[in-house]
């Protein structure tokens, strides 16, 4: 396999990035509910999100969305239950004094500010109106809770905010003596949305295709056609093959997973303090750079694999010396795929093209890093359970949130999110917006999935006696679970670490245990080889 001479510098800077980094965003986990307010009586509700569906002089209008405040009534949501009323602008707009408009049976339409939000409910309610709409002063939905000394337990009619825009187009219809009608529900997103099984099959799919990349696109024997007529070549050409091999690995040590974790922890602490668009920005731009390194080694390889004559011209480049004229090709078709994801990375489509950079990173990544033995795995891995736990679970209690979804939700002001996630629509919510799975919860079982088939191949054990069919059905059902920990939890967040550790380490663990294996695969790789192999008996 041909690559150029920059390639191997600029994987290194990918994997140095993601090695100290991924962990910390490993959470494709659904957001945690955010902490409950003190309950104020009549002031407990949940914020509901809310589906207006409206109609101008009988012709319907685009939808558009709104939150419910904490107090009044509770908007149907199943749309069927829903009633379609006329909308009245109230006079005076703020809607803090008695009103002169007559709103019986009608949605007050009403402005924020100048008095709180329960004073204009209670003011509306008085009037006759049937629910009450605030248009907000900017292009988002606050939250409207009751203030201290408030006890609206009286007031029996939905309130709910809209954006800027939304409410002045109905203000401008209304002013213009134009019929305005309203729908108002509010349909509730499903705890688990059908469409993980996507994001489950290209988890499964990349660990298991990492896992075998290196045996599928191998050299093979039969290519070898030189190497018959000429001993002295095939062995220097299998040294070389071997060195070459060494050079682009990385084994991983136990300090070095210790220290990784630490590492971990410190980075995603810095994000959650320091999150910012140019932050984002810096790790978006590396993870265009492994995404861009990791599908050009799979193109090249896949086509030399079907071409072996493709690969031999060369040219030579400026600082970089000889390279080859396909890796060229290929270098610069992934450069242009990567800046049009980049150009478009905000828009509906784009987590297509982020899924095929990651998954291609993540399958170069598990090419590269690799772990020893299962000693080291279980000391990564542990490290990892913990870690997922805690910044989970246990970061609310100290940071008054889940330090890890924070980190995972991006920036709320510039839209921007931390790329390092497989993402997929979720198909079945009324309200859009993407099922989730962090790169670390491939990549960390990845490693010990990658090990096991190559000790499976070392020692030849097949598919009977081996330990990775086990191993990849575990992962599986690691991810299974994951998902239905986050149904039963009612979409609160679940540390997938939290599952997968066990349902693959665990399953190693236990499988060396009964077949007497533990040891050999505890220090695989470090065991010094024994007299009778270094001095062989005459008659062996």
């Known amino acids: 396999m041909s690559l150029p001479p920059f390639s191997c510098?600029?994987?290194?800077?990918?994997?140095?990035?993601?090695?100290?980094?991924?962990?910390?965003?490993?959470?494709?986990?659904?957001?945690?509910?955010?902490?409950?307010?003190?309950?104020?009586?009549?002031?407990?509700?949940?914020?509901?999100?809310?589906?207006?569906?409206?109609?101008?002089?009988?012709?319907?209008?685009?939808?558009?969305?709104?939150?419910?405040?904490?107090?009044?009534?509770?908007?149907?949501?199943?749309?069927?239950?829903?009633?379609?009323?006329?909308?009245?602008?109230?006079?005076?707009?703020?809607?803090?004094?008695?009103?002169?408009?007559?709103?019986?049976?009608?949605?007050?339409?009403?402005?924020?500010?100048?008095?709180?939000?329960?004073?204009?409910?209670?003011?509306?309610q008085a009037g006759g109106a049937a629910a009450l709409v605030l248009i907000n002063d900017k292009e988002e939905l606050d939250e409207m809770a009751c203030t201290e000394g408030e006890s609206p337990l009286t007031l029996t009619i939905p309130v709910l905010m809209i954006t800027t825009s939304s409410g002045d187009a109905l203000k401008k219809s209304l002013v213009a003596n134009k019929k305005v009608e309203l729908l108002l529900y509010a349909p509730k997103s499903p705890v688990v949305d059908y469409a993980v099984a996507f994001l489950w099959l290209m988890s499964v799919g990349t660990v298991f295709i990492a896992s075998v990349w290196s045996h599928c696109t191998g050299p093979k024997e039969n290519d070898e056609e030189y190497n018959e007529l000429s001993p002295k070549s095939s062995v220097d050409s299998a040294t070389k093959d071997a060195t070459k091999d060494d050079d682009e690995t990385l084994d991983i040590s136990a300090t070095g997973a210790v220290i990784f974790v630490i590492s971990a922890s410190t980075f995603l602490v810095l994000l959650f303090f320091f999150m910012s668009s140019w932050f984002i920005l810096i790790l978006t731009v590396f993870f265009c750079i492994g995404g861009m390194q990791g599908m050009h080694n799979i193109i090249y390889t896949l086509i030399t694999m079907r071409c072996n004559k493709c690969g031999r011209k060369t040219v030579k480049v400026p600082l970089f010396g000889n390279v080859t004229i396909l890796s060229l090709m290929v270098l610069l078709f992934c450069f242009v795929v990567a800046v049009v994801w980049f150009i478009n990375r905000k828009t509906s489509y784009a987590w297509a093209g982020q899924d095929i950079f990651g998954i291609c990173l993540m399958i170069n990544v598990l090419q590269v890093a690799r772990l020893p033995n299962i000693r080291v795995a279980t000391i990564l891995l542990c490290c990892a359970f913990f870690y997922d736990i805690f910044w989970v679970f246990l970061s609310p209690l100290i940071f008054k949130q889940s330090v890890m979804i924070a980190v995972a939700r991006g920036s709320k002001d510039t839209g921007e999110s931390i790329p390092m996630l497989l993402r997929f629509?979720?198909?079945?919510?009324?309200?859009?917006?993407?099922?989730?799975?962090?790169?670390?919860?491939?990549?960390?079982?990845?490693?010990?999935?990658?090990?096991?088939?190559?000790?499976?191949?070392?020692?030849?054990?097949?598919?009977?006696?081996?330990?990775?069919?086990?191993?990849?059905?575990?992962?599986?059902?690691?991810?299974?679970?994951?998902?239905?920990?986050?149904?039963?939890?009612?979409?609160?967040?679940?540390?997938?670490?939290?599952?997968?550790?066990?349902?693959?380490?665990?399953?190693?663990?236990?499988?060396?245990?009964?077949?007497?294996?533990?040891?050999?695969?505890?220090?695989?790789?470090?065991?010094?080889?024994?007299?009778?192999?270094?001095?062989?008996?005459?008659?062996?």
Not at 92 to 119: D, H, M, Q, Y
């Open 9 to 124: 510098r600029i994987l290194a800077a990918a994997v140095a990035l993601y090695l100290t980094g991924l962990l910390c965003l490993g959470a494709g986990e659904a957001p945690s509910k955010d902490a409950a307010a003190p309950k104020i009586p009549g002031c407990s509700n949940e914020y509901q999100m809310v589906k207006v569906e409206n109609w101008v002089n009988g012709e319907n209008g685009e939808d558009f969305s709104g939150m419910t405040a904490q107090f009044g009534a509770v908007l149907p949501s199943d749309k069927d239950k829903a009633v379609r009323l006329p909308v009245v602008l109230t006079t005076p707009l703020n809607s803090c004094s008695n009103l002169t408009s007559k709103l019986s049976g009608s949605i007050a339409l009403s402005v924020r500010g100048e008095c709180t939000f329960t004073a204009k409910a209670q003011v509306a």
């Open 425 to 540: 629509p979720r198909l079945s919510d009324p309200w859009g917006g993407y099922n989730m799975i962090g790169f670390g919860d491939i990549l960390f079982p990845g490693l010990l999935i990658c090990f096991i088939f190559r000790y499976d191949r070392e020692n030849n054990k097949g598919v009977v006696k081996g330990y990775f069919p086990w191993l990849m059905f575990g992962y599986g059902l690691g991810l299974f679970l994951t998902y239905l920990g986050l149904y039963l939890m009612n979409g609160h967040g679940q540390p997938a670490l939290l599952y997968l550790v066990p349902c693959t380490l665990g399953i190693t663990v236990i499988l060396g245990l009964v077949r007497k294996e533990l040891r050999d695969l505890w220090n695989y790789g470090t065991q010094e080889p024994s007299v009778s192999d270094v001095n062989p008996s005459p008659g062996a």
